[in-house]
Protein backbone atom coordinates (compact mmCIF):
# COMPACT_ATOMS: atom_id res chain seq x y z
CA UNK A 1 0.00 0.00 0.00
CA UNK A 2 1.29 3.80 -0.45
CA UNK A 3 2.33 5.34 2.40
CA UNK A 4 -0.21 7.63 4.00
CA UNK A 5 0.76 11.15 2.53
CA UNK A 6 1.24 13.42 5.19
CA UNK A 7 1.17 17.25 5.12
CA UNK A 8 4.47 19.06 6.24
CA UNK A 9 4.50 22.74 7.71
CA UNK A 10 7.56 24.13 5.32
CA UNK A 11 9.19 26.96 6.46
CA UNK A 12 11.65 28.15 3.62
CA UNK A 13 12.93 31.28 6.52
CA UNK A 14 15.42 29.37 7.99
CA UNK A 15 17.25 31.83 11.10
CA UNK A 16 20.52 31.31 9.78
CA UNK A 17 22.07 32.85 13.46
CA UNK A 18 20.18 30.26 15.45
CA UNK A 19 21.18 27.28 12.89
CA UNK A 20 24.84 28.55 13.34
CA UNK A 21 24.67 28.41 16.80
CA UNK A 22 23.64 24.74 16.82
CA UNK A 23 27.03 23.95 14.68
CA UNK A 24 30.30 23.00 15.43
CA UNK A 25 32.99 23.31 13.36
CA UNK A 26 34.76 20.08 12.06
CA UNK A 27 39.25 20.07 12.32
CA UNK A 28 39.57 18.04 9.40
CA UNK A 29 41.76 14.64 10.43
CA UNK A 30 44.60 15.00 7.24
CA UNK A 31 47.78 16.97 7.04
CA UNK A 32 46.33 19.23 4.65
CA UNK A 33 46.82 23.16 5.57
CA UNK A 34 43.28 24.07 5.59
CA UNK A 35 41.63 27.77 3.84
CA UNK A 36 38.72 26.73 5.43
CA UNK A 37 36.23 25.88 8.17
CA UNK A 38 33.78 22.93 7.58
CA UNK A 39 30.81 22.16 9.69
CA UNK A 40 30.45 18.83 11.95
CA UNK A 41 29.53 16.06 9.74
CA UNK A 42 26.60 15.50 12.19
CA UNK A 43 24.87 18.81 11.39
CA UNK A 44 22.94 19.98 7.83
CA UNK A 45 25.27 23.05 7.48
CA UNK A 46 24.14 26.33 7.08
CA UNK A 47 24.74 27.90 3.90
CA UNK A 48 26.40 31.18 3.65
CA UNK A 49 24.41 34.14 2.14
CA UNK A 50 26.14 34.59 -0.67
CA UNK A 51 24.98 31.09 -1.98
CA UNK A 52 21.68 31.11 -1.18
CA UNK A 53 21.02 34.37 -3.15
CA UNK A 54 22.22 32.13 -6.05
CA UNK A 55 18.71 30.48 -5.84
CA UNK A 56 16.42 32.91 -7.57
CA UNK A 57 12.75 32.67 -5.95
CA UNK A 58 10.86 30.53 -8.20
CA UNK A 59 7.22 28.44 -7.35
CA UNK A 60 9.45 25.10 -7.14
CA UNK A 61 10.88 26.61 -3.82
CA UNK A 62 7.54 26.29 -2.48
CA UNK A 63 6.78 22.89 -2.90
CA UNK A 64 6.16 21.29 0.48
CA UNK A 65 9.42 19.49 2.15
CA UNK A 66 8.62 15.18 2.67
CA UNK A 67 8.31 13.88 6.03
CA UNK A 68 11.63 11.53 7.32
CA UNK A 69 10.24 9.10 9.51
CA UNK A 70 12.22 8.05 12.52
CA UNK A 71 12.57 4.33 10.91
CA UNK A 72 13.82 5.69 7.72
CA UNK A 73 10.25 6.27 5.93
CA UNK A 74 10.68 8.79 3.22
CA UNK A 75 6.53 9.97 3.05
CA UNK A 76 5.35 12.27 0.92
CA UNK A 77 3.93 15.93 1.85
CA UNK A 78 1.23 15.93 -0.82
CA UNK A 79 -1.95 15.70 0.66
CA UNK A 80 -3.63 13.94 -2.46
CA UNK A 81 -1.20 11.12 -2.24
CA UNK A 82 -0.29 12.03 -6.40
CA UNK A 83 3.77 12.30 -7.31
CA UNK A 84 2.75 16.17 -8.67
CA UNK A 85 6.17 16.88 -8.49
CA UNK A 86 7.79 14.39 -10.09
CA UNK A 87 9.64 12.56 -6.15
CA UNK A 88 12.23 9.36 -7.46
CA UNK A 89 11.70 8.08 -3.88
CA UNK A 90 7.75 8.20 -4.30
CA UNK A 91 7.08 5.86 -7.66
CA UNK A 92 11.03 6.40 -9.96
CA UNK A 93 9.76 9.75 -11.78
CA UNK A 94 12.79 11.27 -13.74
CA UNK A 95 13.00 13.99 -15.73
CA UNK A 96 14.95 14.59 -19.07
CA UNK A 97 17.77 16.42 -17.26
CA UNK A 98 18.46 13.49 -15.01
CA UNK A 99 21.45 11.48 -16.26
CA UNK A 100 19.90 7.86 -16.38
CA UNK A 101 21.06 5.79 -18.89
CA UNK A 102 24.31 5.71 -20.32
CA UNK A 103 23.65 6.99 -24.35
CA UNK A 104 26.36 4.64 -26.10
CA UNK A 105 25.24 0.86 -25.11
CA UNK A 106 28.76 -0.32 -25.22
CA UNK A 107 29.10 2.75 -22.32
CA UNK A 108 28.61 1.18 -18.93
CA UNK A 109 28.24 4.31 -16.75
CA UNK A 110 30.32 3.34 -13.20
CA UNK A 111 29.90 5.27 -10.06
CA UNK A 112 30.95 4.59 -5.92
CA UNK A 113 28.86 6.31 -3.51
CA UNK A 114 29.58 7.81 -0.38
CA UNK A 115 33.03 8.05 0.26
CA UNK A 116 35.96 8.86 0.27
CA UNK A 117 37.15 6.37 2.72
CA UNK A 118 40.78 4.27 3.40
CA UNK A 119 39.10 1.18 1.83
CA UNK A 120 38.46 3.39 -1.40
CA UNK A 121 42.67 2.78 -2.29
CA UNK A 122 41.62 -0.83 -3.38
CA UNK A 123 39.31 0.07 -5.69
CA UNK A 124 41.67 2.39 -7.55
CA UNK A 125 44.09 -0.12 -7.41
CA UNK A 126 41.90 -2.35 -9.39
CA UNK A 127 40.64 0.62 -11.69
CA UNK A 128 44.37 1.13 -12.45
CA UNK A 129 45.71 -2.12 -13.58
CA UNK A 130 42.82 -2.42 -16.20
CA UNK A 131 43.41 1.60 -17.33
CA UNK A 132 39.43 2.72 -16.34
CA UNK A 133 38.08 5.42 -14.63
CA UNK A 134 34.76 5.80 -12.60
CA UNK A 135 32.93 8.66 -10.93
CA UNK A 136 33.28 9.02 -7.49
CA UNK A 137 30.03 11.24 -5.55
CA UNK A 138 31.50 11.92 -2.43
CA UNK A 139 30.28 13.03 0.79
CA UNK A 140 31.50 16.54 2.03
CA UNK A 141 32.24 15.41 5.65
CA UNK A 142 34.28 12.58 4.13
CA UNK A 143 35.98 14.87 1.84
CA UNK A 144 37.90 16.96 4.68
CA UNK A 145 38.39 13.10 6.21
CA UNK A 146 40.28 11.61 3.55
CA UNK A 147 41.19 14.42 1.04
CA UNK A 148 44.17 12.58 0.68
CA UNK A 149 42.39 9.67 -0.79
CA UNK A 150 39.96 12.07 -3.22
CA UNK A 151 42.97 13.72 -4.51
CA UNK A 152 44.25 10.41 -5.30
CA UNK A 153 41.57 9.47 -6.96
CA UNK A 154 40.94 12.34 -8.87
CA UNK A 155 45.02 12.78 -9.78
CA UNK A 156 44.82 9.36 -11.54
CA UNK A 157 41.53 10.53 -13.86
CA UNK A 158 38.47 9.48 -11.95
CA UNK A 159 35.82 11.67 -11.95
CA UNK A 160 34.44 13.53 -9.09
CA UNK A 161 30.78 14.36 -7.69
CA UNK A 162 29.05 15.59 -5.08
CA UNK A 163 26.79 13.27 -2.76
CA UNK A 164 26.00 16.43 -0.29
CA UNK A 165 27.45 17.23 2.98
CA UNK A 166 26.11 14.38 5.69
CA UNK A 167 23.98 12.44 3.50
CA UNK A 168 21.35 13.90 3.72
CA UNK A 169 17.76 12.66 2.33
CA UNK A 170 17.29 16.27 0.22
CA UNK A 171 13.77 16.14 -0.37
CA UNK A 172 12.91 16.40 3.64
CA UNK A 173 14.93 19.48 4.62
CA UNK A 174 14.81 22.90 4.04
CA UNK A 175 15.15 25.31 0.65
CA UNK A 176 18.90 26.65 2.49
CA UNK A 177 19.84 23.23 3.94
CA UNK A 178 19.77 22.13 0.56
CA UNK A 179 21.64 24.63 -0.49
CA UNK A 180 24.38 23.54 2.26
CA UNK A 181 24.30 20.18 1.78
CA UNK A 182 25.71 20.72 -2.25
CA UNK A 183 28.14 23.75 -1.30
CA UNK A 184 29.95 23.05 1.70
CA UNK A 185 30.81 20.01 -0.15
CA UNK A 186 31.73 22.13 -3.41
CA UNK A 187 33.85 24.17 -1.58
CA UNK A 188 35.26 21.10 0.51
CA UNK A 189 36.33 19.39 -3.14
CA UNK A 190 37.79 23.44 -4.50
CA UNK A 191 39.71 23.07 -1.67
CA UNK A 192 41.41 19.90 -2.00
CA UNK A 193 41.35 19.53 -5.71
CA UNK A 194 41.06 23.19 -7.52
CA UNK A 195 37.85 21.74 -9.52
CA UNK A 196 34.25 22.53 -8.88
CA UNK A 197 32.09 19.74 -9.93
CA UNK A 198 29.09 19.61 -12.27
CA UNK A 199 27.86 16.80 -11.16
CA UNK A 200 25.41 15.61 -8.23
CA UNK A 201 23.91 12.75 -6.84
CA UNK A 202 21.30 12.73 -4.44
CA UNK A 203 21.35 10.75 -0.94
CA UNK A 204 19.05 7.73 -1.66
CA UNK A 205 18.03 8.61 -5.40
CA UNK A 206 15.65 11.20 -2.75
CA UNK A 207 14.94 13.90 -5.58
CA UNK A 208 11.76 16.02 -6.75
CA UNK A 209 11.30 19.16 -8.60
CA UNK A 210 12.19 21.58 -5.83
CA UNK A 211 15.38 19.83 -5.39
CA UNK A 212 16.29 19.80 -8.76
CA UNK A 213 15.27 23.27 -9.36
CA UNK A 214 17.57 24.13 -6.48
CA UNK A 215 20.69 21.88 -8.13
CA UNK A 216 19.73 23.86 -11.46
CA UNK A 217 20.29 27.29 -9.83
CA UNK A 218 23.72 26.06 -8.23
CA UNK A 219 24.99 25.03 -11.89
CA UNK A 220 24.73 20.97 -11.23
CA UNK A 221 23.06 17.77 -13.37
CA UNK A 222 21.58 15.63 -10.96
CA UNK A 223 23.47 12.11 -12.09
CA UNK A 224 20.90 8.95 -10.93
CA UNK A 225 21.19 5.14 -12.28
CA UNK A 226 19.45 2.93 -14.09
CA UNK A 227 20.83 -0.45 -12.33
CA UNK A 228 21.47 -0.56 -8.41
CA UNK A 229 23.96 -2.84 -6.95
CA UNK A 230 22.12 -2.87 -3.24
CA UNK A 231 25.42 -3.85 -2.18
CA UNK A 232 25.08 -1.49 0.76
CA UNK A 233 22.79 -4.47 1.70
CA UNK A 234 24.85 -6.90 2.38
CA UNK A 235 25.94 -6.18 5.64
CA UNK A 236 22.19 -5.45 6.80
CA UNK A 237 20.54 -9.51 4.99
CA UNK A 238 19.12 -7.36 2.09
CA UNK A 239 21.87 -8.74 -0.31
CA UNK A 240 24.23 -11.09 -0.64
CA UNK A 241 27.64 -11.27 -2.33
CA UNK A 242 26.45 -13.83 -4.28
CA UNK A 243 23.02 -12.23 -5.29
CA UNK A 244 24.86 -9.35 -6.33
CA UNK A 245 27.47 -10.92 -8.50
CA UNK A 246 24.58 -13.16 -10.26
CA UNK A 247 22.62 -9.78 -10.84
CA UNK A 248 25.68 -8.43 -13.17
CA UNK A 249 26.13 -11.49 -15.12
CA UNK A 250 22.36 -11.35 -15.84
CA UNK A 251 23.00 -7.83 -16.95
CA UNK A 252 25.67 -8.30 -19.16
CA UNK A 253 24.04 -11.24 -20.52
CA UNK A 254 21.39 -8.33 -22.01
CA UNK A 255 23.87 -6.41 -23.16
CA UNK A 256 23.47 -7.49 -27.08
CA UNK A 257 19.74 -6.06 -27.03
CA UNK A 258 20.28 -3.29 -25.30
CA UNK A 259 19.65 0.15 -26.60
CA UNK A 260 21.19 2.08 -24.18
CA UNK A 261 24.34 1.71 -21.84
CA UNK A 262 24.09 0.38 -18.23
CA UNK A 263 24.66 2.98 -15.43
CA UNK A 264 25.06 1.26 -12.53
CA UNK A 265 25.03 2.36 -8.32
CA UNK A 266 27.84 1.07 -6.16
CA UNK A 267 29.46 2.29 -3.27
CA UNK A 268 33.22 2.14 -1.64
CA UNK A 269 31.50 2.36 1.64
CA UNK A 270 33.62 -0.54 3.90
CA UNK A 271 35.16 -3.82 2.78
CA UNK A 272 31.75 -5.07 2.67
CA UNK A 273 31.07 -3.10 -0.89
CA UNK A 274 34.41 -2.43 -1.80
CA UNK A 275 35.15 -6.47 -1.60
CA UNK A 276 31.94 -6.82 -3.78
CA UNK A 277 32.93 -4.39 -5.96
CA UNK A 278 36.46 -6.24 -6.94
CA UNK A 279 34.57 -9.61 -7.59
CA UNK A 280 31.77 -7.53 -9.82
CA UNK A 281 34.20 -5.27 -12.10
CA UNK A 282 36.10 -8.12 -13.51
CA UNK A 283 32.26 -9.37 -15.12
CA UNK A 284 31.91 -6.25 -16.76
CA UNK A 285 35.14 -5.81 -18.21
CA UNK A 286 36.16 -6.05 -20.91
CA UNK A 287 33.07 -7.18 -22.38
CA UNK A 288 31.61 -3.27 -21.65
CA UNK A 289 33.24 -0.16 -21.38
CA UNK A 290 33.62 0.97 -17.67
CA UNK A 291 33.20 4.78 -18.07
CA UNK A 292 32.54 8.22 -16.09
CA UNK A 293 28.97 9.06 -15.76
CA UNK A 294 29.93 12.07 -17.80
CA UNK A 295 31.00 9.83 -20.59
CA UNK A 296 27.95 7.88 -19.57
CA UNK A 297 25.92 10.84 -21.00
CA UNK A 298 27.55 12.12 -23.76
CA UNK A 299 29.77 15.13 -22.31
CA UNK A 300 32.59 16.52 -24.18
CA UNK A 301 36.01 15.42 -22.43
CA UNK A 302 36.13 18.60 -19.27
CA UNK A 303 32.58 19.35 -18.75
CA UNK A 304 32.18 17.31 -15.71
CA UNK A 305 34.03 20.40 -14.23
CA UNK A 306 32.88 24.08 -14.21
CA UNK A 307 36.81 25.40 -14.74
CA UNK A 308 37.06 22.99 -17.93
CA UNK A 309 33.81 23.38 -18.90
CA UNK A 310 33.38 23.63 -22.87
CA UNK A 311 36.71 22.80 -23.39
CA UNK A 312 36.82 20.28 -25.70
CA UNK A 313 40.34 19.49 -26.43
CA UNK A 314 40.72 19.17 -22.73
CA UNK A 315 42.65 15.46 -22.68
CA UNK A 316 41.25 13.06 -20.15
CA UNK A 317 44.27 11.64 -17.34
CA UNK A 318 42.97 8.60 -18.71
CA UNK A 319 44.32 6.56 -21.55
CA UNK A 320 41.37 4.08 -21.45
CA UNK A 321 38.96 6.54 -21.60
CA UNK A 322 40.94 8.49 -24.47
CA UNK A 323 38.59 6.13 -27.39
CA UNK A 324 35.42 7.84 -25.13
CA UNK A 325 36.27 10.92 -23.45
CA UNK A 326 35.32 13.54 -26.27
CA UNK A 327 32.38 11.83 -27.23
CA UNK A 328 31.77 11.12 -30.72
CA UNK A 329 27.63 10.21 -30.15
CA UNK A 330 25.40 11.95 -31.77
CA UNK A 331 22.94 14.53 -30.45
CA UNK A 332 20.22 12.33 -32.30
CA UNK A 333 21.25 9.34 -29.94
CA UNK A 334 21.42 11.61 -26.63
CA UNK A 335 17.99 12.65 -27.19
CA UNK A 336 16.58 9.05 -27.50
CA UNK A 337 18.28 8.14 -24.41
CA UNK A 338 16.55 11.09 -22.58
CA UNK A 339 13.61 10.30 -24.27
CA UNK A 340 13.79 6.46 -22.70
CA UNK A 341 14.78 7.74 -19.88
CA UNK A 342 12.14 10.04 -18.99
CA UNK A 343 9.39 7.97 -20.76
CA UNK A 344 10.72 5.40 -18.90
CA UNK A 345 12.11 5.90 -15.71
CA UNK A 346 13.21 3.22 -13.42
CA UNK A 347 10.41 1.07 -14.99
CA UNK A 348 8.56 -1.55 -12.93
CA UNK A 349 12.07 -2.17 -10.54
CA UNK A 350 11.23 1.27 -9.55
CA UNK A 351 10.62 2.46 -5.63
CA UNK A 352 6.89 2.40 -4.45
CA UNK A 353 6.33 4.63 -1.74
CA UNK A 354 4.98 1.25 0.49
CA UNK A 355 7.59 1.72 3.21
CA UNK A 356 9.99 3.79 1.79
CA UNK A 357 12.58 2.93 4.55
CA UNK A 358 16.19 2.98 4.36
CA UNK A 359 16.59 1.47 0.81
CA UNK A 360 16.20 2.99 -2.60
CA UNK A 361 15.18 0.95 -6.21
CA UNK A 362 15.83 -2.43 -6.19
CA UNK A 363 16.44 -2.85 -10.11
CA UNK A 364 16.41 -6.79 -11.61
CA UNK A 365 17.46 -6.06 -14.60
CA UNK A 366 18.33 -3.25 -17.45
CA UNK A 367 15.55 -1.09 -18.99
Same mark, same amino acid.
Given at each position: MIA??V??L????V????A?A? /?T??I ?5 S?K????S??T?P? +??P $?W??L =?K?D???N?K???? #?A?GI?? %?A?A #??N *??H? *?? #?W?G??KP???V??V???I ?9 Y $?I?R?LL??L?S?DR???F?VVG ?8 V?K??? !?Q?HE???? #??SH? /? ?7 Q ?7 T $??A ?5 GV???L??P?R???? &??V??? =?K????TP?M ?12 GG?T $?????? %??T /???SK???M???? *?S?M? &?? %?N =??V???L??L ?6 ? /???? =? ?13 ET??KA !?T ?5 G?SKS ?5 ? +????N????E????G ?5 V?A ?5 VV?V?A???
Amino acid at each position: MIATAVALLYTTNVSAQAAAAE /ETYAIPNSKISWKNQYPSGTTKPT +PKP $EWVAL =VKDDPALNIKANIL #TADGIIQ %NADA #TGN *NTHC *NW #TWDGCVKPTDIVHCVDPKIWGTSFDDGPY $EITRELLKYLKSIDRKVTFFVVGKQVITWPEVLKEAY !DQGHEIGIH #TWSHS /ELTTISNEQIIGELKWT $ELAIKEVLGVTPRLMRPPRGDID &DRVRYI =VKQLGYTPAMWSVDSQDWRITTGGQT $EAGLLA %NVT /EWVSKLPSMKTGG *NSLMH &DL %NN =VTVGAALKALPILHPKV /EISK =VSTCAGWAAGDAYVETLGKA !DTKEKSSGDSKSGSSSVT +PAAKNAATAESGAQGLGASAVKATAVASVVAVLAGLI
